[in-house]
């Protein structure tokens, strides 16, 4: 009886994780709870199947960091300012596709939390140049061995060799 329970378990478990396969429009088979609604089209759009996967790129993320309280976006500004350091806020901004009104909010709360600094530019009175701090060093160092693990959870999802085609994909954007 026990085996029979951890069995139904652990199927129960795989269909979960396990995507559901769909009509060619996009319908859910019949008898799937709240998935009735078809895609029509949107099954061969590209951005709307990028769009979902972000979703799910970011809430895997963001669970994967919840211990660091760190956001992707957050991280990239980090991990820019940590490889280059001494860069402008508007050449952070301008890199990573940020408004620039969105980063200095952003910037703040990271200066809060003693992981950056500003410090006013030697050749230009009006810009910062950007540091971590030690503690952001150090921060940054744990938060990459997180995200090394999120980006395992991405290899599980689609496939190791999946995971490193859609890199080479998507490298003429970055």
Request: net charge positive; hydrophobic share 45%; aromatic share 6%.
């Amino acid at each position: 009886m026990a085996s029979q329970q951890k069995t139904s378990r652990k199927a129960a478990a795989a269909a979960i994780r396990r995507p559901q396969a769909r009509a060619a429009n996009g319908r859910a088979h019949a008898g799937d709870a709240g998935d009735d609604i078809g895609l029509d089209a949107l099954v061969g759009h590209a951005g709307y199947a990028v769009r979902r996967f972000q979703l799910w790129i970011f809430q895997d993320f963001i669970k994967t960091l919840a211990t660091v309280d760190i956001r992707p976006t957050q991280y990239s500004v980090m991990t820019v300012i940590g490889a280059n350091p001494g860069l402008s806020q508007m050449a952070v901004a301008k890199r990573l596709g940020i408004e620039r009104a969105r980063l200095v909010h952003l910037l703040d709360s990271l200066e809060e939390r003693d992981f950056v600094s500003r410090i006013p530019s030697a050749t230009d009175r009006r810009s910062h140049a950007l540091h971590l701090t030690a503690r952001g060093r150090s921060a940054l160092a744990q938060f990459k061995r997180l995200a090394a693990e999120h980006e395992r959870h991405v290899a599980d999802k689609i496939g190791k060799d999946n995971r490193e085609r859609l890199l080479q994909i998507l490298a003429c954007f970055t």
